[in-house]
């Protein structure tokens, strides 16, 4: 018997008791393929944004067309109104992947929180917290747990609400925005864990992830990004000090794999962020993919994209789980398409790295690939008083919107930037602060949606868009969504890239679309700007 | 250096209160506002009493911690956790008492410490040095050579005075981005304005052999737009192939080199550059 099935077997006693929350999300959806719901952040723990839904396919979606649209008002007007703090901020856009359960479209905005007819496109509720500040750059969705949704704010609280009301049932504090925390995560529910990240890159604080009871909000284990003196890891450090302000937050929501029961957690770039010298060693654990028990906090095993990161090149792309052949064998996998502009396959029971290999051409920063499968980085391309010519900038060759594997083709979507940019050192003093240097964008060779080959991390085709990175979705009726970055939502043949339907939004999509099947129907929904657009085939 | 800041500070200043006129519309947190005389006040106050320890910078010395990364300091609300600390000070790790100092004196030194702490935590208030390190004499090689500088601009012709219209950073913009510097930090919205003669042209051309062109407007796999020659916008679907595209980019070397430069090329062609009077 699988842990898998032992979950499931948990499930199916305790369900019936109400323990998760008496109703809502049946626990065991987060196990299977996203059909009728979709239940997290990446749809299902694997992070893959693949659907199995083929009722759109490839032959009919050119009959696909508005089902609803849903335009969010951001602000305590007509909301449930929350918060610690006086300030109302107004604005953003809909970074969230929504979840679906039951019909009920669930996503959150930076201070706000929606709840969606998901057949109408009508507002059930609205809530809104008011802030005490933080930098509101953006928000990816929520977590659920039975009735329980959980979402954080830009002033690091975690906030869980009640899915059928829309009222807040507690709030609990994460980090301290003063010392320039701010939390975008969507949190990631495992069992009876609420997996809680942050970010904040300026002031040059500890990071680490922690887990909190979805009935109490209390913390149940926290695992540090960093190490302290005398741990495993701490010899990538010059001393404690530089340990304990060595950044590496944690803002991607997590993948798990249920039979194995590990989580595997992108972090960010180290701190300082671009003047290392404070900092010389390889940073352990930051800019690496770790892989953690979730019932304990415990690491089990690392790999490390960009040892001793000197361009605020966080690895916090999706760690995507799919199974695969790699080197004549059939293998649990985990492959990244990181922000450095390297793509990376591991063996996830071990962390065993099977390929890295450079994706982006103009990538000009690294000087080879050492025996443990990490890039070695050229010194001569840090940030410089002078200024340097670094590609890609410090967004990346890729950044957080999911990429999305395609099982029937076993490629890798995901949109990139050939970006350049000048890193200017501006902190020269031996312990530098914040991110210590300037940076000025350059030209742009060009940006591409790629379609990646895992086996050997070639280029299958590419196609040029307006913007880099970019949310996507696959699905088994041989459709890739995506957009070319001038506001047009595409369908695409994940074959060849060929555009087969597109719909011009007045916003570009701010994130991967999702679909699920609800009364018999496939629908498409995409967040763009302040909206939600919904799609379906017209009968 | 002290003359920055305080143009900075009341940059900030003006940040804040456009913010406030926007209603905070998508403009995030407010900026922070430092009085520029407390802010000095407070420096030379700081570097009289507490200097000697935690440095004249805040940044930590002989024996006295890092302020700018001092939870207890972030936290302060202007001068009230601060002050009832110094009252005491930290005897036990041989921190005396500052009681001596007056209110004004302690709000001024909370002042300076947050200021410092807002210049070292907002990137956008960073200064770049100086960054004219380059060889001009190789610069100029470089211009009438292996750059192809001189295949559309002359030292003598359009870029004469260059070097004192642009400051270096900014002339050293124009060279790696000579759209104007989209993209860092700040998505661009400090950059400088797209130049005279960098917009792309567009030539539409029908199976009939009927052809428009003009400025482009914008491009996609579906529809391209274009401003013509008597201002008015034409826009056309696409499918596929046809109506048949072209479009030229008049900097399309500029990005063409970014993959040849070597990062002396650009320090030598900003120093020669420069130069030119």
């Known amino acids: 018997m699988t842990i898998t099935k ?7 006693i305790l369900a019936p008791l109400g323990v998760f929350g008496q109703k809502g999300l049946d626990p065991s959806a987060l196990l299977e393929p996203p059909i009728d719901t979709w239940p997290t952040y990446h749809g299902d723990y694997s992070g893959r944004h693949y ?4 009722q759109i396919h490839s032959a009919n979606v050119k009959n696909m067309s508005l089902a609803w649209i849903y335009r969010s008002n951001f602000g305590s007007a007509g909301a449930i109104v929350g918060g610690e703090g006086a300030d109302e901020y107004v604005g953003g856009s809909i970074k969230a992947i929504p979840l679906m359960v039951n019909g009920v479209l669930y996503f959150s905005t930076p201070d706000n929180a929606f709840a969606v007819d998901a057949r109408t496109g009508r507002e059930i509720w609205h809530y809104f917290w008011k802030t005490k500040g933080g930098i509101h750059i953006g928000n990816r969705g929520m977590g659920m747990y039975g009735n329980w949704l959980f979402f954080e704010t830009p002033d690091n609280y975690l906030v869980s609400l009640d899915a059928t009301t829309g009222k807040e049932r507690w709030h609990k504090l994460i980090a ?24 904040g890159d300026s002031l040059d604080v500890p990071a680490w992830l922690e887990s909190r009871d979805p009935e109490t909000g209390e913390i149940q284990w926290k695992w540090n990004v960093t190490p302290r003196p005398g741990e495993p890891g701490s010899e990538t450090w010059p001393d404690a000090y530089s340990m304990e302000h060595g950044g590496g937050m944690p803002w991607q929501p997590p993948t798990y794999d249920p039979d194995l029961n590990l989580l595997y957690v992108p972090t960010g770039n180290p701190n300082p962020v671009m003047a290392g010298q404070s900092r010389n060693g390889d940073n352990l654990w930051t800019a690496s993919i770790v892989a953690l028990n979730p019932d304990t906090g415990k690491m089990v095993w690392y790999f490390q994209c960009s040892p001793h990161d000197t361009h605020d090149w966080d690895a916090t792309q999706v760690p995507i789980l799919f199974n695969g052949v790699m080197n004549g064998r059939q293998r649990k996998l985990l492959a990244q398409v990181s922000r450095n502009g390297f793509f990376f396959v591991l063996d996830r029971t071990n962390g065993q790295n099977l390929l890295s290999k450079p994706y982006l051409e103009s990538a000009n920063w690294y000087k080879g690939i050492d025996a443990k499968g990490q890039p070695i980085r050229d010194p001569e391309k840090d940030p410089q008083v002078a200024g340097i010519l670094v590609s890609p900038g410090s967004s990346g060759a890729t950044n957080w919107q999911a990429p999305s594997f395609n099982p029937d083709t076993g490629l890798i979507y995901v949109g990139t930037s050939q970006s350049y940019a000048m890193f200017y050192l501006t902190d020269t003093d031996a312990h530098p602060q914040g991110y210590g240097a300037a940076e000025r964008g350059a030209g742009n060779a060009g940006n591409f949606l790629r379609a990646i080959d895992y086996k050997t991390g070639n280029l299958v085709w590419k196609r040029a868009t307006t913007v880099g990175a970019q949310g996507l979705l696959s699905t088994a009726g041989n459709l890739l969504f995506g957009s070319d970055g001038a506001g047009n939502f595409i369908a695409f043949d994940p074959k060849n890239g060929k555009p087969l339907w597109h719909a011009s939004l007045p916003m570009n999509p701010s994130n991967a679309p999702q ?25 | 250096m002290r003359y920055t800041r305080v143009v900075l500070v009341i940059a900030a200043f003006t940040l804040s209160l456009a913010a406030r006129a926007l209603g905070q519309r998508g403009a ?7 009085e520029p005389a407390a802010v000095e006040r407070g420096k030379n106050t700081f570097f009289v009493n507490c200097g000697f320890c935690h440095g004249a910078n805040a940044r930590g010395g002989d024996g006295g911690p890092d302020l700018i990364r001092s939870v207890l300091v972030v936290d302060d609300e202007k001068g009230k956790e601060l002050g009832d600390f110094l009252k005491l000070g930290r005897p036990d790790k041989g921190m005396p008492s500052f009681a001596k100092l007056v209110p004004e004196q302690i709000s001024d030194i909370a002042t300076f410490l947050h200021s410092e702490i807002y210049l070292a935590s907002n990137r956008r208030t960073y200064e770049i040095g100086d960054i004219l390190v380059g060889d001009a004499n190789a610069g100029e090689v470089f211009f009438n050579g292996a750059g192809k500088c001189r295949s559309c601009h002359s030292a003598t012709g359009d870029l004469k005075g260059i070097g004192t219209k642009y400051d270096p950073v900014t002339l050293q913009g124009r060279i790696v981005m000579p759209r104007g510097q989209r993209g860092g930090e700040d998505g661009g919205r400090s950059g400088t304005p797209e130049p005279q003669g960098a917009v792309s042209t567009v030539t539409v051309t029908f199976p009939s052999g009927q052809s428009y062109s003009g400025a482009l407007v914008r491009v996609t796999d579906f529809d391209v737009t274009l401003r013509d020659s008597s201002g008015g916008i034409r826009s056309f679907t696409r499918n596929g192939d046809s109506p048949k595209v072209e479009i030229k980019d008049p900097l399309q070397a500029h990005i063409d080199m970014l993959s040849k430069y070597k990062d002396a090329d650009i320090h030598n062609l900003t120093a020669y550059l420069v130069t030119l009077k």
């Open chain 1, 6 to 12: 032992h979950l499931r077997a948990v499930v199916l």
């Open chain 1, 51 to 54: 659907s199995p839904l083929k």
């Open chain 1, 176 to 199: 301290d925005v003063k010392q320039e925390y701010f939390s975008t995560p969507a949190p990631l529910i495992i069992r009876n864990h609420v997996i809680v990240g942050m970010g």
């Open chain 1, 515 to 539: 679909t699920y099947m609800l009364d018999g129907r496939q629908y498409v929904v995409v967040g763009a700007g302040d909206s939600l657009y919904s799609f379906y085939l017209q009968q």
């Open chain 2, 28 to 34: 995030g947190p407010q900026a922070p506002v430092f």
